[in-house]
């Protein structure tokens, strides 16, 4: 294996991507950093490259933002060239967002010309939930992928299920809980629940972004009139998403808010250490319910289906009752807070140990030995 191109585009892949690049660092592999700018502000992106300690992306294709087909578009557009010239042996793509999908398409059609492949980093999630645009992304990503590098075990039945064969199934475990436990002490140091004023009371976090959860005017009312309620018992803070607060302007909802501690987007190491110190988090996020997980933290996920039902059956998240209700929201989360937190670890699954960025790079280096691409 001569060099591995890695794609990140989006705020969920900053921490996903940054124990590969090291991995490969490390070992002296040639690679490069491609970030599409499908996430682009200062809050949503760069402040993850500093927290992260990550280098500065090799190439950035600033595509920004718009409907899913331009964003797809436009990433696939600008990942072509890029991809023509590097002509790396490995395309690296993490995740389900727009630029993982796009990224995997373009590579998936060059693959015949330039001899590359295509490895998916958290491949086999499935929320069977079609609706979602993760989970399009998923299932295509993953079909065009060589080697599908899974999470927890619960990833390979969903994968052979689809009629994936066996020997493009590697599990590595959870690349993002490396991330996590290489900075949790530098985070709890941080103690940024202090700056905001909660640091003496058990408080709760909230996030929320999803759009069937943001766009859907009588849903966000109830998620939102729920917090306020919860805000009378203890602090809640709720970091907004961009989405969300332009949602919640538009729907006249600023006055639900009022009770409660709202952030702008918070950076990694300050998200991961309001986490760590919880009484409980709600969310919608798919990483958020991982990381308490890992965390010991209780969680309450405010979705109709999960693609990490890991984090329920041997982790510390529930699912809130579905269609979500008011009276559902504030019962899911005092049952949580009645469960309490375990220590840090105690609920980890499998493969979820600080490593997983070492199987990586391994599991590319076994299947590049295999082809006889080494
Ligand atoms: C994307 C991912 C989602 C992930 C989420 C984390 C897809 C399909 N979805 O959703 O899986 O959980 O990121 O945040 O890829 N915006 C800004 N600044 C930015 C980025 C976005 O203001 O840096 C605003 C734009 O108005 C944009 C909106 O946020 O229209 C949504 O951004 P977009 O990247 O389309 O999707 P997310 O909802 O962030």
């Keep these: 294996m ?23 660092k490390t070992r002296g592999i040639e690679h490069l950093l491609v970030h599409s700018g499908q996430h682009y502000d200062a809050a949503m992106s760069d402040a993850f490259f500093v927290d992260l300690g990550l280098p500065a992306p090799d190439r950035h294709l600033g595509v920004g933002s718009g409907t899913h087909a331009q964003q797809t578009a436009r990433v696939m557009e600008a990942f072509e060239p890029v991809l023509e010239e590097a002509r790396p042996d490995w395309v690296v793509v993490v995740g389900d967002v727009n630029s993982t999908l796009a990224c995997a398409l373009v590579a998936a ?8 492949r295509i490895a998916h980093v ?47 199934i590697v599990f590595v475990g959870n690349v993002m809980i490396d991330s996590l436990l290489r900075i949790l002490p530098v985070a ?31 849903r ?24 969300t607060r332009e949602r919640v302007r538009a729907f006249g ?18 998200m991961l250490g309001l986490q760590a110190e919880a009484a409980v988090v709600l969310t919608d996020s798919g990483g958020v319910q991982e990381e308490t997980t890992v965390l010991g933290v209780p969680c309450v996920t405010l979705r109709e289906t999960t693609e990490r039902p890991i984090t329920v059956t ?20 005092r049952a949580a807070l009645a469960a309490g937190r375990v220590a840090v670890g105690t609920r980890a699954p499998e493969g979820w140990d600080g490593c997983a960025g070492v199987r990586i790079v391994d599991a590319m280096i076994a299947a590049s030995r295999r082809a006889g691409t080494a």
């Design 188 to 218: 709890r140091r941080r103690n940024i629940a202090a700056d905001l004023g909660v640091a003496d009371t058990p408080y709760a976090v909230a996030t929320l972004h999803r759009p069937s959860n943001v766009d859907d005017e009588a």
């Design 253 to 270: 909802l600023e006055p639900l808010l009022a009770s409660l501690v709202v952030t702008e987007p918070l950076g990694y190491t300050q």
């Design 2 to 24: 001569q060099k591995v191109l890695v794609v990140a585009g989006a705020r969920p892949n900053f921490m996903k991507v940054a124990p590969i690049l090291a991995e490969l």
């Design 314 to 333: 041997e982790g510390t998240n529930r699912m809130a009752p579905w269609p979500l209700t008011h009276e559902g929201i504030l019962s899911a989360a």
């Design 220 to 243: 966000l009312r109830v998620i939102i009139g729920a917090f306020s309620e919860l805000a009378n018992e203890r602090p809640i803070v709720l970091p907004l998403h961009p989405r």
């Design 122 to 168: 958290e491949a086999g999630l499935r929320s069977n939930d079609w609706t979602m645009p993760e989970e399009v992304n998923r299932v295509l990503t993953d079909r065009m992928s060589d080697l599908l590098l899974t999470p927890s075990r619960d990833a390979e039945p969903n994968l052979r299920g689809e009629g994936i064969a066996q020997e493009r």
């Design 109 to 116: 059609k060059l693959r015949p010309a330039i001899g590359c």
